[in-house]
């Protein structure tokens, strides 16, 4: 190493002087002033790549930071609708696989240590940054549900106190809505502005639950420090049973329903401005000191209002009850019903009408209709006598009252009770029928479509007549269908083919217990336009004729006789119609011709079902033959032919009488049969060895087909008990029919 050469130095701050030594340069300061300056350009260079490096990484670092908060902002708005806990997991899971690693990549890509070292560190300081915000937002989140639940809760303890004002509720609400406060994540100050609000709520919702559900709470407490004429408010009064017994008793005023609920009106109600307590200090509810001035006076109008709608809605309904009860009394129905659902305590009534006096007046009118209804059920149930007995009985009952009063509503009683027996008498006996099918009396209905139905409704219909009869003493019609219920049943006939109106009738013949029943007779009477009496008999019994001629016989069929004959009925109906135009004409020598046939004993007769023989006759030539109708009627033998077609046989002498023998049935087994069962009657009347036995001595007539009386001077035959004696042969002719 050279020996150092002092010299002054160019970096001295010093201006050299004359005193200081001039030395010369050393060999070697030309080597160390390079490598000084070496040393400084690499430290300055090193510098400015230290300084671009960071630079460089500060720039990163923002647009990192930038990035980092626009992810976790993103990654927030998914965490929207969490719980807490879902929350609070989710929240790390951003900081650590979402924010940090956007920091790592970042740091890592810096090649200079001492920025790298930099840059960490404030990548850590950023990191705490967004954990901080993520608190905040786990805290935030935690408030909002907080609050979101108070609001929840208190919206729907307010809704229950709405349903049920109870003091007993609120209280239970109360505590509940106080505890979840207390226990919520709130400031204090917050849990003191949040528990404010809902006490005001809960108060307001139990003052509009009372207002609305039991405005007289409000009503009776204001009533104490308000005029009762300004709010129309009428004190309850209490009811003994005395009382109560008084009012069930007077059942009865001269008042009409409408009368009556016109002397009950209520004034009307005022506004008040002003609302006093009482000086006993009493509520009319537990939350009422929650409330402040103004909503104390809007909740006692409010339930003013109420009580008023009240009134006017159940006055109404209470009102339409009257009205349609007195309504349905008149109708003589039981009006019980409108009054069911009705709560007709005095105390309620007086609340809902304004007053006991009116609550009074309404329970008087409402009783009246209510007993007298069930005395008219009653009365249905009885006979005319029976109901004329009660009657006595409650006359005789108030003979003994000598309360003016009471005499006098029982006396209202009566003459309504008097009179709706007489009314209702009367109904029955103007339409026993329309009034059976009203009360179903005996299962009377309206008469059904269906014919095979028909043999029940009129078994029905004759037993209900016949009761109605004996029960009201009425005269009641020997028809079983009412006008309109005959016409469309003849319109129902008239369009069905003649084969089907015979198996109908044969039908309903078989049911009824055969031709000769009543109730068959009643129905084919009112029936006669469309079927003619003989051909009605004729297909109710199952016979055949066979007509016994020279060369040949002809056989005939009870069922097609009764189709032909009704075939050609309403041929001759509709020919009739049209008579200037028609060709079916009867011969004027018929009725010459059909008495000499048929014989004056029968002609001259009636006959009961075959009384209209010769209509039958006619009808049969033009159902047979239409074309050659008009040529038939002139011709004795086709007369002759056509009247043992219709009576299955014609005439038979017996004993003497001429008579019609059932349809079909032979002269010999006709006559075999009538001895047998006219020996039969002779010996049940007069006794086996007696002379008065002898068949000769009678005569004989036919009074329905099949059925014949034995007469002696024209007076029939009767029994011991003074009934007529029948010899019935319908049965014999069914038995010889199923031998044919």
Do not use: C
């Not at 993520?134 to 549900?145: C, D, N, S």
């Not at 005001?200 to 009762?228: D, F, M, N």
């Amino acid at each position: 190493m050279s020996e150092l050469i002092p010299y002054i130095s160019r970096a001295t701050p010093f201006s050299p002087v004359k005193e200081h030594v001039q030395q010369r340069h050393s060999p070697d300061e030309g080597l160390r002033d390079i490598a000084n300056t070496l040393s400084q350009t690499a430290k300055m260079l090193e510098a400015t790549v230290r300084n671009q490096s960071a630079f460089k990484a500060d720039s990163e670092f923002l647009q990192t930071t930038v990035e980092a908060e626009r992810v976790f902002a993103d990654k927030l708005q998914g965490l929207k609708g969490q719980d807490e806990e879902e929350v609070k997991k989710n929240l790390e899971g951003i900081l650590v696989n979402d924010i940090k690693p956007l920091y790592g990549k970042m740091i890592a890509k810096i090649d200079h240590p001492e920025v790298g070292h930099h840059i960490s560190q404030n990548a850590d300081k950023q990191l705490a940054q967004f954990r901080l915000k993520a608190q905040q937002y786990e805290l935030g989140v935690r408030f909002i549900r907080a609050e979101m639940a108070l609001n929840s809760a208190s919206k729907s303890l307010t809704s229950s106190l709405m349903s049920d004002p109870s003091d007993r509720n609120y209280k239970d609400k109360y505590g509940i809505l106080k505890d979840m406060i207390d226990s919520a994540p709130l400031e204090l100050g917050a849990k003191a502005k949040k528990w404010e609000e809902f006490k005001s709520e809960l108060a307001k919702a139990q003052g509009r639950g009372i207002a609305e559900r039991e405005p007289w709470r409000i009503v009776e407490w204001s009533g104490r420090t308000q005029k009762a004429q300004q709010v129309g408010v009428s004190p309850r009064a209490s009811v003994t049973a005395k009382t109560t017994a008084k009012l069930a008793f007077g059942v009865m005023n001269s008042k009409s329903a409408s009368e009556t609920l016109k002397s009950m009106e209520a004034p009307p109600l005022e506004q008040i401005e002003e609302v006093k307590n009482p000086r006993d200090g009493s509520i009319p509810f537990e939350s009422w000191n929650d409330l402040n001035t103004s909503q104390r006076v809007d909740l006692v109008n409010s339930a003013y209002a109420s009580v008023n709608r009240m009134r006017q809605k159940l006055g109404g309904e209470y009102g339409d009850a009257l009205i349609n009860g007195e309504t349905l009394l008149k109708a003589g129905k039981n009006p019980s019903e409108v009054f069911a659902n009705l709560d007709l305590d005095k105390m309620h009534l007086s609340d809902v009408l304004g007053g006991e006096e009116q609550a009074n007046r309404y329970l008087n009118k409402a009783n009246e209709i209510i007993i007298q209804g069930k005395f008219q059920d009653e009365v249905k149930g009885l006979s005319l006598p029976q109901a004329q007995s009660r009657l006595k009985a409650e006359r005789d009952r108030l003979n003994e009252v000598s309360d003016p009063k009471e005499l006098a509503l029982g006396m209202n009683s009566y003459d309504a009770k008097e009179q709706f027996i007489a009314n209702y008498h009367a109904k029955i006996a103007s339409d026993p029928i329309a009034w059976a099918k009203a009360n179903n009396y005996h299962g009377v209905t309206d008469l059904d479509e269906d014919l095979n139905a028909t043999p029940a409704q009129l078994k029905s219909r004759d037993v209900a007549l016949s009761e109605i009869s004996n029960n009201w003493k009425v005269k009641v019609p020997n028809e079983l269908l009412d006008s309109r219920e005959a016409k469309i049943r003849k319109e129902q006939l008239r369009n069905m083919l003649p084969m089907d109106v015979v198996s109908h009738i044969s039908s309903v013949s078989q049911q009824l217990g055969g031709v000769d029943s009543p109730v068959f007779k009643k129905y084919m009477h009112q029936l006669e336009e469309e079927i003619p009496l003989a051909s009605y008999a004729i297909a109710s019994i199952p016979q055949v004729y066979v007509d016994k001629g020279w060369f040949s016989n002809v056989t005939y069929q009870a069922q097609q006789v009764a189709e032909t004959i009704i075939a050609g009925h309403r041929i001759r109906r509709k020919a009739s119609n049209v008579d200037s135009v028609s060709l079916l004409k009867t011969g004027d020598v018929f009725d010459t011709k059909f008495t000499a046939i048929v014989g004056a004993p029968v002609s001259d007769r009636d006959f009961n079902t075959f009384r209209q023989l010769k209509t039958a006759v006619l009808d049969y030539l033009a159902g047979s033959d239409p074309a050659n109708y008009t040529k038939k009627t002139m011709d004795s033998s086709m007369i002759e032919t056509a009247f043992k077609a219709v009576t299955g046989g014609g005439l038979v002498k017996y004993e003497g009488s001429y008579l019609l023998h059932p349809w079909g049935m032979e002269d010999t087994e006709f006559r075999k049969q009538m001895d047998k069962k006219v020996d039969q009657a002779l010996m049940q009347k007069y006794g086996r060895s007696s002379s008065l036995t002898d068949r000769s001595r009678y005569n004989y007539e036919a009074v329905g087909l099949g059925t014949y009386i034995v007469t002696n001077a024209h007076v029939p035959l009767t029994d011991s008990k003074g009934k007529v004696i029948f010899i019935d042969l319908v049965g014999s002719s069914n038995e010889q029919g199923k031998g044919q």
